[in-house]
């Protein structure tokens, strides 16, 4: 993965909302994770301040660049902004379920939301991030312009001349003259030939500055930067030339692959044993009952040491219980430990119950390694799985984010 930098903004020209009540990015990205869902999390670049310029930098992490949204095709785009506006009505929900809970918590955080949606540059700010919304400059607003004052009107001052000349300011000397007429030959005191040969000279004192744009021009034909119908015939570009750079961005794409599969090795081999045992039955039992965890005909725990967010996947008959539905095919994920890092324990446990005998099917139990900032390192981890009287116990150590480390396959 790669961290990309996707926009960049002026703090003086884009400041935070008058309005905005200073969520971080991470706290957000948390709630509409676990609120709303992961592509609502997603949507959001992480600001990344530059104090010393007065800029922010808009960061994501992926594999490819993400693409604005003019550069998009017709279709392409309509699919994007449906997309982005079906998120915004699941945000926008959301944060009126919140007001109407109440509470100076849930009220700042909801403010923070609808700001978050408040495109000030309308669609300029969204991007595509693999077909997904992706949105820089949120919660800012473009700094209010000041009127430029009002002028005071003097009667005092004396009257302009009726037979004065025009005093027209002109870019290209003798253009002024020009824009007044061959009306105006005879109005001054100068002959008209007197008139004519001042306007050859100011042609000739331009005459360099054509020649040079001309031999840019010119120059730029080579290089492929000017692409125009009529000079066609002069453009020394090659079909050559754009063989040669479709075959750079094919070797970019290999080696961007070969990098990412090489960092995946050398994590591998410099990952080393777990810095903690995976808890043992009884323990996870005791923090079960400690958690005053309720008991059902199918039950399956998770247990760790330490502060990283382990994720209890279950793949169900017709469905997925996780975090991020924690409720499917009759059960329920009813204990979910360091979600956050603020809120993340030393020894940490994992929940999902069916009250009643579960749907009949195969169940497939993983565990998923998730990212919320803390040091990456090998985890041990402990399965308990209990059906009716029998139990099972399983191990296994989760090594890099994002791995999905398969536990058991079971059939009911």
Same mark, same amino acid.
Not at 343 to 368: C, F, K, M, S
């Given at each position: 993965?790669?961290?990309?930098?996707?926009?960049?903004?002026?703090?003086?020209?884009?400041?935070?909302?008058?309005?905005?009540? /200073?969520?971080? $990015?991470?706290?957000?990205?948390?709630?509409? =994770?676990?609120?709303?869902?992961?592509?609502?999390?997603?949507?959001?670049?992480?600001?990344?301040?530059?104090?010393? =310029?007065?800029?922010?930098? $808009?960061? &994501?992490?992926?594999?490819?660049?993400?693409?604005?949204?003019?550069? #998009?095709?017709?279709?392409?785009?309509?699919?994007?902004?449906?997309?982005?506006?079906?998120?915004?009505?699941?945000?926008?929900?959301?944060?009126?379920?919140?007001?109407?809970?109440?509470?100076?918590?849930? #009220?700042?955080?909801?403010? /923070?939301?609808?700001?978050?949606?408040?495109?000030?540059?309308? @669609?300029?700010?969204?991007?595509?991030?693999?077909?997904?919304? #992706?949105?820089?400059? $949120? /919660?800012?607003?473009?700094?209010?312009?000041?009127?430029?004052?009002? /002028?005071? &009107?003097?009667?005092?001052?004396?009257?302009?001349?009726?037979?004065?000349?025009?005093?027209?300011?002109?870019?290209?000397?003798?253009?002024?003259?020009?824009?007044?007429?061959?009306?105006?030959?005879?109005?001054?005191?100068?002959?008209?030939?007197?008139? !004519?040969?001042?306007?050859? #000279?100011?042609?000739?004192?331009?005459?360099?500055?054509?020649?040079?744009?001309?031999? &840019?021009?010119? =120059?730029?034909?080579?290089?492929?930067?000017?692409? !125009?119908?009529?000079?066609?015939?002069? %453009?020394?570009?090659?079909?050559?030339? %754009?063989?040669?750079?479709?075959?750079?961005?094919? =070797?970019?794409?290999?080696?961007?692959?070969?990098l990412l599969d090489a960092e995946k090795r050398i994590a591998e081999l410099c990952a080393g044993p777990p810095t903690a045992p995976a808890p043992t039955t009884d323990e996870t039992r005791r923090r079960a009952e400690d958690a005053r965890l309720r008991q059902g005909k199918?039950?399956?725990?998770?247990? $760790?040491?330490?502060?990283?967010?382990?994720?209890?996947? &279950?793949?169900?008959?017709?469905?997925?219980?996780?975090?991020?539905?924690?409720?499917?095919?009759?059960?329920?994920?009813?204990?979910?430990? %360091?979600?956050?890092?603020?809120?993340?324990?030393?020894?940490?446990?994992?929940?999902?119950?069916?009250?009643?005998?579960?749907?009949?099917?195969?169940?497939?139990?993983? @565990? %998923?390694?998730?990212?919320?900032?803390?040091?990456?390192?090998?985890?041990?981890?402990?399965?308990?799985?209990?059906?009716?009287?029998?139990?099972?116990?399983?191990?296994?150590?989760?090594?890099?984010y994002g791995q999905e480390v398969e536990v058991v396959q079971l059939t009911r």
């Open positions: 993965m790669y961290s990309i930098r996707v926009a960049t903004t002026d703090d003086r020209e884009a400041p935070p909302a008058e309005d905005w009540p /200073g969520l971080s $990015w991470d706290r957000l990205c948390d709630v509409l =994770r676990i609120e709303v869902s992961p592509e609502a999390a997603a949507l959001l670049a992480e600001p990344v301040a530059d104090p010393a =310029r007065g800029l922010t930098h $808009w960061h &994501i992490v992926a594999l490819e660049d993400p693409q604005a949204l003019h550069a #998009l095709s017709s279709a392409d785009r309509e699919k994007l902004l449906a997309r982005f506006q079906a998120l915004q009505g699941q945000i926008r929900a959301y944060a009126e379920r919140l007001t109407a809970a109440g509470g100076e918590s849930n #009220l700042r955080l909801a403010q /923070g939301l609808r700001a978050a949606l408040d495109l000030d540059a309308g @669609v300029a700010q969204l991007w595509s991030r693999s077909g997904a919304p #992706l949105l820089t400059g $949120w /919660g800012r607003r473009r700094a209010r312009e000041t009127a430029a004052p009002t /002028g005071i &009107i003097d009667d005092m001052r004396p009257a302009r001349r009726q037979d004065a000349a025009p005093r027209g300011k002109g870019f290209i000397p003798g253009l002024t003259w020009m824009r007044g007429g061959a009306e105006r030959l005879g109005q001054s005191g100068a002959s008209p030939q007197s008139r !004519l040969a001042r306007l050859r #000279l100011s042609w000739l004192m331009w005459l360099p500055f054509c020649l040079l744009v001309a031999a &840019i021009f010119y =120059r730029l034909l080579p290089a492929c930067a000017i692409d !125009l119908p009529l000079a066609r015939r002069v %453009n020394f570009c090659s079909v050559e030339s %754009n063989a040669a750079l479709d075959e750079l961005l094919s =070797r970019n794409v290999q080696l961007r692959d070969q199918f039950e399956v725990t998770l247990a $760790w040491e330490g502060r990283q967010d382990l994720d209890l996947y &279950i793949y169900c008959p017709g469905g997925k219980l996780y975090h991020g539905a924690t409720a499917a095919c009759g059960g329920a994920l009813d204990h979910d430990a %360091n979600r956050t890092p603020d809120a993340a324990e030393d020894h940490p446990l994992e929940h999902a119950i069916w009250e009643q005998d579960p749907p009949t099917g195969v169940y497939r139990i993983a @565990v %998923n390694y998730y990212d919320h900032g803390q040091p990456v390192r090998p985890v041990a981890f402990t399965v308990v799985v209990k059906s009716s009287a029998e139990e099972k116990t399983y191990n296994g150590v989760a090594r890099a």
